[in-house]
């Protein structure tokens, strides 16, 4: 059995690039294989606030100074959260890309789960990952990123860039990226990339499957 956690990005339903070429991903890996799926969407799930006392017990983790109990409690209330990355085989990531970087809710998400002794250790021998999943990571965005236009991936990508740094931070670097672009240039435009990316996501099932 390969257990998929989907992180979805988007706060569209039913129009979301990203969410549609992950759940095509998803669903023809289902029919090939045994899979249990996890949805985790960042703009439905509660998301504890990650506030002062979450924060003091980060740095008091860090530093390895004891915890109060109130610190505890904060930093007991992400664990649930954190287990469910920890658990899948497969991390399916729905990105919609929002002025050049992330949406807010998934960065808040990132703030959350990005802990140390939860997804990294960092002893003297620096960092180190502790998630173990494949990963499949869908990059949706509106404008065109290739060289020589007014918005060159090198310069104006802060979406897929930042999702890869953090993947790779939590130990995560087994990845497989689906970018689509020109989503917002009319409808045979974004039905285009649309296609072609289906098409890349049915083949990445395949692949996949044949290695469960
Ligand atoms: C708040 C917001 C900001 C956006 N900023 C950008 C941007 O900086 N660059 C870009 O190429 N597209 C931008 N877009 C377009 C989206 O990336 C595009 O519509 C994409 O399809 C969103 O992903 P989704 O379909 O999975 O929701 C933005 C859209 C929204 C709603």
């Known amino acids: 059995m390969t257990h998929i956690l989907h992180l979805v990005g988007s706060p569209r339903t039913t129009v979301s690039a990203s969410r549609e070429i992950a759940n095509v991903y998803i669903e023809h ?24 006392e979450a924060m003091n017990a980060k ?23 954190v287990e ?14 929002w002025n050049f970087g992330i949406p ?19 002893d003297a021998n620096g960092f180190t990952g502790m998630a173990s999943a494949k990963v499949v990571l869908v990059c949706a965005r509106g404008l065109n ?15 897929k ?21 020109q989503l917002v240039f009319g409808s045979e435009a974004d039905a285009a990339a649309r296609a072609k990316a ?7 099932a395949n692949s996949h499957s044949a290695t469960l």
Not at 29 to 52: A, G, R
Not at 198 to 204: E, F, G, N, R, S
């Open 161 to 181: 860039s930042y999702m890869l740094m953090w993947l790779k931070f939590i130990g995560l670097t087994d990845v497989d990226t689906i970018t689509l672009e």
């Open 59 to 81: 740095y008091a983790g860090i530093l390895g100074k004891p915890l109060t109990e109130r610190q505890q409690h904060a930093w007991a209330t992400l664990a649930p959260v």
């Open 198 to 204: 289906k098409t890349i996501a049915l083949q990445l």
């Open 104 to 122: 807010y809710r998934l960065k808040h998400f990132i703030d959350l789960v990005s802990q140390k002794d939860y997804l990294f250790r960092f």
């Open 29 to 52: 890996l289902s029919s090939l294989s045994n899979c249990t799926v996890d949805t985790l969407d960042v703009w439905k799930e509660h998301l504890p606030e990650f506030d002062e």
């Open 84 to 97: 469910r990355i920890l658990k899948a085989d497969i991390l399916v990531v729905s990105v919609p890309m």
């Open 145 to 159: 990123f290739a060289t020589g236009t007014d918005t060159p991936e090198a310069e104006f990508d802060h979406q």
